[in-house]
């Protein structure tokens, strides 16, 4: 399978294959994935082993469900996407930081790849398989924080969604909850003060998207680059009224990275693909 994955992740390229989810191409690579992912689910080994290039090989990550989904499923060509990037990048930045940091993936893989990480999870079950992943793959340049991060510091009630933990989100931020769920308090970092010191941002954190871009000051973005995971129609409207008045481009793999001019050209969720947040004039 890890032959696959590296062959795989070798046309993993705008210029080889679209990265718009409405395009063939792209759903062709996706289909092969989700075929690997299902016989890889099979395997009931504690670990599961991964080798995507000459780098980032030998990664290895704790079996465990997210009810739902399993570690296996969070291997999906939108996350190999943002891994290529990472990668092919690797020499315009130096500090990673892992917003929505879930069980630690993209925490270990920027740690391979070579930057300085700094990741947040506030779930402790999943921050728990974190730690895990980090230990299990001998990650020495790793900061990682059982807490959320929100437009200041502060204390939020967490949601957690128990037949899939992947959704957990701050109350609040989803109108549709699908199965039960239970509530905790969790404590809140102030996300400007991040982005200060950090070049690379992967943000995922469940509707919140909005609260965190609007309260980074402006300078920042001078030096710092962000993939954003959208959750939702009224949330992409706020991102793009942010940006749209500023210098601060925005583009979209739902056009395949090209510089966003209209909203339509904007991902509205998960299924239209990711944001990138630059100065850069072309990604």
Known sequence: MSILYSS???????NLISHSPKSRSYNILKNLIDIIIHFKKKSKKKYKHYSINSSIKNIRLNNYSFSAFKTEDLINLE??????????????????????????????????????????????????????????NKVKNVRSFAKAVYNKKCKLTFIKVKNNTTSNHILGFKKRLYGPVSQTKVNAVKADNLFKKNDLVKMDIEGAEYEVLRSVNA?????????????????ARKIFDLFKKT?????????????????????????????????????
């Open 8 to 14: 795989l992740f070798k046309l993993i390229n705008p």
């Open 247 to 283: 210098k601060i481009n925005m583009f979209s793999s739902k056009i395949n990275w090209r510089k966003i001019k209209k909203f339509n050209d904007l991902p509205t969720c998960h299924a239209e693909g990711l944001l990138f947040i630059s100065k850069k004039n072309i990604m």
């Open 219 to 235: 300078k920042y973005w001078n030096s710092t680059d962000c993939f954003v995971s959208i959750h939702n129609n009224e949330v």
């Open 79 to 136: 996350e190999l996407i943002m891994i290529k990037y990472y990668y092919n990048n690797k020499k315009f930045y130096k500090n990673f930081l892992d917003l929505g940091a879930s069980i630690g993936i993209h925490t270990v893989i920027a740690s391979k790849i070579g930057f300085r990480v700094e990741s947040y999870e506030p779930d402790k079950r999943h921050y728990k398989q974190l730690l895990i992943n980090c230990k299990i």
